[in-house]
């Protein structure tokens, strides 16, 4: 885990994921309900779900729709969690990505939920800056 501070005394942990070959970094965000990852970088590396092309409507942070849309990627790593087949919500996350640059040169390639960090039982270690995960 690396842990990204952010103005005054907060901070993010985020951490490197492998989606198919390709390393990138995700932010453990445990208040978000469910987890989405950046369309921007992931699109070609992952194919569709839906048998319609219909989107699907999120809602942002600052309360605004973001068009998002149900992919599946072959393979995603976690340290030793490794996924195959694993179904995702891709959506534009520029938004999370300008927030971030004053703070780090990282990009993020998506936000880790509540979803996932409760059906993996995750438990985090700030002091140790560690992710434990129950592999099932």
Do not use: P
Request: net charge positive; with cysteine; aromatic share 10%.
């Amino acid at each position: 885990l690396k842990l990204i501070k952010i103005s005054g005394q907060g901070c993010h942990l985020v951490v490197k994921a492998t989606f198919n070959k390709k390393n990138g970094f995700i932010i453990l965000d445990t208040g978000a309900s469910n987890s989405v990852f950046s369309k921007t970088h992931l699109e070609n590396e992952t194919e569709n779900i839906e048998e319609n092309t219909d989107l699907i409507n999120s809602t942002g942070i600052e309360g605004n729709f973001i068009q998002s849309q149900f992919v599946r990627i072959d393979k995603f790593s976690l340290g030793k969690l490794k996924i195959k087949n694993f179904n995702m919500v891709l959506m534009n996350l520029d938004h999370i990505n300008n927030l971030y640059a004053d703070y780090t040169k990282i990009k993020i390639w998506g936000l880790l939920g509540s979803d996932f960090l409760n059906n993996y039982k995750a438990v985090i270690n700030y002091s140790k800056k560690e992710l434990k995960l129950k592999i099932k």
